[in-house]
Structures are given as C-alpha cells and as structure tokens.
C-alpha cells in the first residue's frame, strides 16, 4: 500500500514537472535574452550595494571587525564572490563546444 502511494506521488510530481517545465521557456531567444540579461546585471549590481552596506553599517557605528559589521556586510561579500563564481562558471560552460552524442 505504502509502495503503491510512493508510485502515485511519483506520478504526480512528474506530470507537475512536465507541466512547468522551466526549460522549455528559455528555449524561446526573447526569454533567453531576458534571463541572462538579468543574471547578469545582478551580478555586476552587487558590488555597488556591498558599498552601500558598507556606509550604512558604519554610519550605524560599527567597526569592520564587530559581528554586526561582519554579519551583514561579510556575508554579502560571500554571496558577491559566490554570484561571480557562478557566472564565469555559466559562461564558461556556454564557451565550451557542445559534445555530440555518437556512440
């Protein structure tokens, strides 16, 4: 009985999947264009809201090397580093040239 509810919920995730299959939107150029677009403008924003953490958490009173200071600007170093990371990573991948599939 367990087994055969498993199967069900299987199903039903799948035909969820299908239905909203992300993949088959960025197929078309328009949206293509529009997501990395973004992607990449996000990525090239983040700095300037890093300085903007910056002179706010100062302003607040807050030495670089207090946890406040750190918690927020330092983790938002982080995720700069890490959306930079991905990015190259991204367009990297989009450099490469495609493998064919023969055998």
Aim: glycine letters at 8%; charged letters at 20%; a positive charge.
């Amino acid at each position: 009985m367990a087994d055969d509810d498993a199967v069900a919920r299987g199903k039903e995730a799948a035909a969820v999947h299908d239905q909203w299959n992300v993949g088959k939107v960025y197929k078309k150029p328009l949206f293509a264009a529009g997501f990395y677009l973004t992607w990449f403008g996000l990525r090239l924003g983040c700095p300037s809201l890093l300085r903007v953490f910056d002179e706010e958490v100062r302003a607040l009173g807050f030495a670089p090397w207090e946890f406040n200071y750190v918690r927020a600007v330092g983790s938002h170093a982080v995720i700069c580093a890490l959306n930079y990371f991905w990015t190259f990573e991204m367009g990297y991948k989009m450099l490469l040239p495609k493998k064919s599939k023969q055998g």
